[in-house]
């Protein structure tokens, strides 16, 4: 069965530094999409980074990166010198496929606190 | 740039109530969903839509809820007895394809009491 797992429900981190959050996924499928989503305590979701499954380099957008490991089936967020506004819950999620209605499944979350 | 919107921000019902949802995805998306997220939970995928029909739907979509796309900009989530249990945020969600991302909507927080 489709599954995401992410297992830190709290980070800590100085601001400036960079943090790595963990996500780890499980599926049979070779065409899959992941996401990670940031949602401040406003609540909306914001989209951050995509890597496709047949994507041969790991997806960059700015001070995200994701470092995809095919073989783990683990796609890690990559945040760089981080900030006070990176506070907030961040969500890694799995795209299924077309016959699955394109669907995202979510993982538990994880709560990133960036101290000054 | 474009963005998904949604209204109300907030809706307060009382139990066994009807409520409609109501979401503008990005004019040029074609697959529309509903996402809910229970206080302090992960988000639960409820629904998918395209070319005007429903294209998969969660265990939690049952006979209480329904999707309509009543024109070419609006999609609606309808429930037609609220729960105390249906208490949660609804996102809606749109992509230009199937591959693409999902853009997210700001969320309607639903209160049934």
């Known amino acids: 069965a489709q599954k995401i797992t992410q297992t830190q429900p709290g980070m800590f981190v100085q601001e400036k530094e960079a943090v790595t959050l963990d996500c780890t996924y499980d599926t049979s499928d070779p065409s899959y999409g992941l996401f990670w989503y940031k949602q401040p305590s406003s609540g909306e979701m914001i989209f951050l980074i995509y890597q496709g499954s047949y994507d041969q380099q790991n997806a960059t957008e700015g001070r995200y990166s994701l470092n995809f490991q095919k073989a783990r089936k683990s796609a890690n967020l990559v945040i760089s010198a981080s900030q006070l506004g990176d506070s907030a819950m961040y969500f890694c999620a799995m795209r299924l496929p077309y016959n699955q209605g394109g669907k995202l499944i979510f993982g538990q979350g994880t709560e990133l606190s960036v101290k000054p | 740039e474009p963005e998904v919107t949604q209204t109300p921000s907030h809706q307060v019902t009382q139990m066994g109530q009807e409520v409609i949802l109501r979401c503008v995805p990005i004019?040029?998306?074609?697959?529309f969903y509903w996402y809910r997220q229970i206080l302090g939970q992960k988000v639960e995928f409820l629904v998918s839509f395209y070319n005007n029909e429903i294209s998969e739907k969660s265990e939690i979509f049952d006979d209480q809820f329904s999707v309509e796309r009543p024109d070419g900009s609006n999609f609606t989530l309808k429930i037609r007895s609220t729960k105390l249990e249906d208490s949660a945020m609804y996102f809606c969600?749109?992509?230009?394809?199937?591959?693409?991302?999902?853009?997210f909507g700001p969320g309607t927080r639903l209160t049934v009491t």
């Open positions: 004019s040029n998306h074609l697959y």
């Open positions: 969600a749109s992509s230009e394809r199937l591959v693409n991302e999902q853009y």
